[in-house]
T-cell receptor
């Protein structure tokens, strides 16, 4: 256990559904991240939150909407997804200290869009 | 040019031998380098990080960094079947006001009993 939890672990949704992924970190970190991992592709950074402020949006389609209500919680709201959005969605956290950038991952949510 | 490059493998190593995993990166300003292990169906697990040129040892794992050559490697001594996994190299960069990690595609390692 890394101290980062994600729910649900598996999610099947239709293209017209709305769902949310949740991430919680118990490490006292001040930065959180959403990644997408598709088969045979490198991990893709989607969103970065530092001190609860979004600092990067890597050209992610608007059907993905992040929310960070506090430094321990991160959500990814999903709506009108496409089948190509099926992937493993990973949350990570880190403590933003100069020179220290280790990120710790949660177990991921396996998303299937039908 | 990809920011972080790894040989995707698969790399096959006999049990008990040394497994050598390599990674090159393009951003000369990078200061921190990480190796993650990812078992099939699981999330990446941080196993080593290195910030300074040279070697860093932790048990059977040794990370090696050469900033002049923009090269980082991971050696696994006395390889065990349980080391069979995909190994991800990650490098920190500073972009759009945030530190972030850029990952390579990963090298799939198989340890043969």
């Amino acid at each position: 256990e890394t101290g980062v939890t994600q729910t649900p672990r598996h999610l099947v949704m239709g293209m017209t559904n709305k769902k949310s992924l949740k991430c919680e970190q118990h490490l006292g970190h001040n930065a959180m991240y959403w990644y997408k991992q598709s088969a045979k592709k490198p991990l893709e950074l989607m969103f970065v939150y530092s001190l609860e402020e979004r600092v990067e949006n890597n050209s992610v389609p608007s059907r993905f909407s992040p929310e960070c209500p506090n430094s321990s919680h991160l959500f990814l709201h999903l709506h009108t997804l496409q089948p190509e959005d099926s992937a493993l969605y990973l949350c990570a956290s880190s403590q933003e200290i100069i020179g220290v950038y280790e990120q710790y991952f949660g177990p991921g949510t396996r998303l299937t869009v039908t | 040019q990809k920011e972080v490059e790894q040989n995707s493998g698969p790399l096959s190593v006999p049990e008990g031998a040394i497994a050598s995993l390599n990674c090159t990166y393009s951003d000369r300003g990078s200061q921190s380098f990480f190796w993650y292990r990812q078992y099939s169906g699981k999330s990446p697990e941080l196993i080593m990080f290195i910030y300074s040129n040279g070697d860093k040892e932790d048990g059977r794992f040794t990370a090696q960094l050469n900033k002049a050559s923009q090269y980082v490697s991971l050696l696994i001594r006395d390889s065990q079947p349980s080391d069979s996994a995909t190994y991800l190299c990650a490098v920190n960069i500073y972009s759009q006001g945030a530190q972030k990690l850029v990952f390579g595609q990963g090298t799939r390692l198989t340890i043969n009993p």
